[in-house]
Nanobody, 115 residues
Framework: IQLVESGGASVQPGGSLRLSCVASQSIFAFYDMAWYRQAPGKQRELVATVAVGGGRDYVDSVKGRFSISREGAKNTLHLQMDNLIPKETAVYYC??????????WGQGTQVTVSS
């Protein structure tokens, strides 16, 4: 399975972006999906998850501003990010994980929030 992220860009504080992660095959029925981010010099951080059954969860700092969703017909995972702040500058990654704990990561997409 290959995962390819896109949608990263440079935006001003308060701006919005929609990230996408396209899977090479239909996986949402078998894989929990997640978005992570890694800022320069920091550890990778879990941002949002969507389980096989559809349950969603978010790190507290993005609740109310970010939304994770799946577009099954296109094998695409999205992350809608609103009201972005500078400290959210990072490389954003998507991850697929099955019940056996097997993980697959994308290559990442850069998000820069700066005035």
């Amino acid at each position: 399975i290959q995962l390819v992220e896109s949608g990263g860009a440079s935006v001003q504080p308060g701006g919005s972006l929609r990230l996408s992660c396209v899977a090479s095959q239909s996986i949402f029925a078998f894989y929990d999906m997640a978005w992570y981010r890694q800022a320069p010099g920091k550890q990778r951080e879990l941002v949002a998850t969507v389980a096989v059954g559809g349950g969603r969860d978010y790190v507290d700092s993005v609740k109310g501003r970010f939304s994770i969703s799946r577009e099954g017909a296109k094998n695409t995972l999205h992350l809608q990010m609103d009201n972005l702040i500078p400290k959210e500058t990072a490389v954003y990654y998507c991850k697929a994980e099955n019940m056996a704990g097997w993980e697959n990561w994308g290559q990442g997409t850069q998000v820069t929030v700066s005035s």
